[in-house]
């Protein structure tokens, strides 16, 4: 079985920074890509930033060079720093992983999400 969890949320001002972690763990042979989506209310999950094995990254408009997402490949996490932070910035974020995992003599990818963490940017 595969886990994925997130770490980092909370509440921030305006031009504020958060930093959101998530760990991937289980019977994992590799992990592909790994990505950040979110949800804020009233509105569908859209992605914010993805990376793939080897590094290469892509980001969703309004993240542009105000966000970083990082990998460590040896701990099987994904980071993602947030600066400059807006108020439309608020939503659940979550963590969203394409695993290859080991089952018997098997090798299967799955898709894995985690359980979000709620980023909220007020006064």
């Known amino acids: 079985q595969v886990q994925l969890v997130e770490s980092g949320g909370g509440l921030v001002q305006p031009g504020g920074s958060l930093r959101l972690s998530c760990k991937a763990s289980g019977n994992i042979y590799s992990v592909n890509d790994m990505s950040w989506y979110r949800q804020a209310p009233g509105k569908e999950r859209e992605l914010v930033a993805s990376i793939t094995e080897d590094g290469r990254t892509t980001y969703a408009d309004p993240a542009k060079g105000r966000f970083t997402i990082s990998r460590d490949n040896a701990w099987n996490t994904v980071d993602l720093q947030m600066n400059a932070l807006r108020t439309e910035d608020r939503a659940v974020y979550y963590c969203?992983?394409?695993?290859?995992?080991?089952?018997?003599?098997?090798?299967?990818?799955?898709?894995?999400w985690g359980q979000g963490t709620q980023v909220t940017v007020s006064l």
């Open positions: 969203h992983a394409k695993i290859l995992y080991r089952d018997g003599s098997y090798v299967p990818r799955g898709d894995y």
